[in-house]
Structures are given as C-alpha cells and as structure tokens.
C-alpha cells in the first residue's frame, strides 16, 4: 500500500565561517539572500535554499557539506558562474548527465547537472 506524504522539501545546512562573505559569494552566484541572525543565513535559487550557518571550528577537510542540484542546463549554470571562484565547467558522464561543480570559500560543493540529449 502506497503511503501519502505532504509534500517534503530539503533545505542543505552548509557550515561557513564569515556569514557576510558566504551571503556576498552566494549573491555573486544570483541566489538571493537573507539572514536569520548574526550567525544564521539563507541563500535561495530557483526553488532550493541553502541555510549557512557559522560553523566555530569549521574544517572544510572534515565538516564540509555538499549538495546536487538537477538544472535544465548545466552549461548555461557553468556560464552564469563563470565569472565566480572554483566552479568547474561540465563533463558527459557515463551514466547519463552532463555534471559540473562549485566550490564555496568555506569547501562547501554543489554539483550540478542536466540529463544529456540521449539521456532525457
């Protein structure tokens, strides 16, 4: 039997340790932007939100986040990001989608990726 479930939305928590510069980076991403309190931010893009919260003692070797994001076209992303820090352009995959990636100063990843032509 089938159960029925509200619908459930996933909001990633990244760790950061400089709220002002994650919002700015976040910004220069086009995601729009707000805060809860001093330590508390959010960082929202075509229906995903990101919440960064500031993370005391933060190593982005060990306590880093990371989260996909399924776009319509991933190049069109890579282009829009370009011009931002750490993000890589897309590659074909094997299993179907076109993928590229994005770094945050804090070692936070976001991948990114569209079904390939044959694929969708």
Same mark, same amino acid.
């Given at each position: 039997?089938?159960?029925?479930?509200?619908?459930?939305? !996933?909001?990633?928590?990244?760790? +950061? /340790?400089?709220?002002?510069?994650? @919002?700015?980076?976040? #910004? %220069?991403?086009?995601?729009? *932007?707000?805060?809860?309190?001093?330590?508390?931010?959010?960082?929202?893009?075509?229906? !995903?939100?990101?919440?960064?919260? +500031? /993370?005391?003692?933060?190593?982005? @070797?060990?306590?880093? #986040? %990371?989260?996909?994001?399924? *776009?319509?076209?991933?190049?069109?992303?890579?282009?829009?990001?370009?011009?931002?820090?750490?993000?890589?352009?897309?590659?074909? /995959?094997?299993?179907?989608?076109?993928?590229?990636?994005?770094?945050?100063?804090?070692?936070?990843?976001?991948?990114?990726?569209?079904?390939?032509?044959?694929?969708?």
């Amino acid at each position: 039997m089938a159960h029925e479930h509200p619908q459930v939305r !996933v909001s990633p928590i990244f760790p +950061v /340790t400089d709220l002002p510069r994650a @919002l700015d980076h976040y #910004a %220069a991403l086009g995601c729009a *932007v707000s805060t809860h309190d001093e330590g508390y931010g959010f960082a929202a893009l075509a229906g !995903v939100e990101l919440h960064l919260v +500031v /993370t005391e003692g933060h190593d982005p @070797l060990r306590t880093a #986040a %990371a989260a996909y994001l399924h *776009v319509p076209d991933a190049d069109a992303l890579a282009a829009r990001w370009a011009d931002v820090e750490r993000t890589t352009a897309p590659i074909d /995959t094997d299993y179907g989608l076109r993928e590229g990636a994005h770094i945050d100063p804090d070692g936070n990843l976001l991948r990114f990726g569209s079904p390939l032509p044959s694929h969708g």
